[in-house]
């Protein structure tokens, strides 16, 4: 992580201090802060890295913890009411069904027999035309 802000940082500047001309002296240096970096500093950054990371991890979660339960208290009145108003219509809807299935059976309504006799007729009436 450390070396993903690095590289941005070191580019900026070598635009900015010599038009990013990358000469000898630019290496050595940049070779020295590696090494400096990974044998003495990396000890303490590491650590404070982990953190950090740690850090932010909990204020995500923490952040989409409050976030669900402010939906749920939003949504809470709505699930209440729809809870009022679902027992009794699916009480009232159930028995529109069966009432609507026992009429089917007992009428014998069957609406794909009347489209089908419907589709033959027009098909038939096509047929007389182009004769």
């Given amino acids: 992580m450390f070396w993903i802000v690095l590289t941005p940082v070191v580019c900026l500047t070598l635009l900015w201090g010599n038009w990013g001309e990358v000469r000898l002296y630019v290496i050595l240096g940049l070779a020295l802060g590696a090494v400096v970096y990974l044998n003495i500093l990396s000890k303490y950054i590491f650590p404070l890295m982990d953190k950090l990371v ?3 991890k909990q204020f995500i979660c923490l952040v989409i913890k409050a976030i669900k ?11 209440f009411i729809l809870m009022i108003f679902s027992v009794p ?3 009232v809807f159930g028995i529109i069904n069966k009432l609507w299935s026992l009429a089917k059976r007992s009428f ?4 794909k027999g009347k489209l089908k ?15």
């Avoid at 339960?69 to 699930?79: E, H, I, N």
């Fill in 69 to 79: 339960l402010m939906w749920r208290l939003v949504c809470w009145p709505f699930k």
């Fill in 108 to 111: 014998n309504f069957s609406i």
């Fill in 54 to 56: 740690e850090s932010i």
């Fill in 117 to 131: 006799n419907i589709v033959n007729r027009c098909k038939s009436i096509l047929r007389i035309k182009k004769n």
């Fill in 89 to 91: 219509l699916g009480f």
